[in-house]
């Protein structure tokens, strides 16, 4: 029994005090047994199962490593867009402006900050009509979810009129709500 032969008899029988504690070693010895095969059994069980887990956690490590390089490639990518959208609107010879829903600019590129430094009324009142053509393209755009084009005589801080044509386009989101007005 000392050592590890739980299946050993112990070979001592009667009824006297010798044989009530061979008996009494044999129950402890099978107590003993019992308890020492469900330690191994538990201790195998948790073997697999951290084997288990750690195969788990290496794979979405490994899930993670790969989402955060594609995330960081899409970055890349999204930066050099922007700096090439930047490029590309500030050499445009027409104003750009991108408006979100809320009224508030997106986007603006340097013709339409030219115009806006020069002093031209915003919202843009036409001269001649009397009609808001910002409020008119707003409406236009996010209430009938259409583009719209209007011609505008506006003057600028020194009273000299010009006329700008000012078209406005819709962005939809996927729900085909317009989120943006270019």
Known sequence: ????????????????EVGRLARAIGIMRDGIKNATQKLKNYNE??????????????????????????????RKIIEELRKNLKIAFSSMDFGLIIINKDKTQALINDKAQMWLKEGLP???IDAESGIDSVQHAFHTVF????????????????????????????VFDGK???IQMV
């Not at 029994?1 to 006297?16: K, M, Q």
């Not at 979810?145 to 819709?170: H, M, S, T, W």
Request: charged share 40%; hydrophobic share 35%.
């Open 176 to 178: 085909q709500d317009v």
């Open 122 to 124: 915003f919202p843009a």
């Open 45 to 74: 069980r948790l073997e697999e199962l951290v084997t288990k887990r750690t195969l788990e956690l290496e794979q979405i490590n490994k899930e993670l490593h790969l989402n955060h390089e594609a995330l960081e490639e899409d």
């Open 1 to 16: 029994i000392s050592r590890g032969d739980y299946d050993a008899e112990i070979g001592i029988d009667g009824e006297d």
């Open 143 to 170: 209430v009938d979810k259409k583009a719209c084009v209007l011609e505008q005589v506006l003057e600028d801080n020194k009273g000299a009129k010009r006329i700008f044509e000012i078209k406005a386009y819709p």
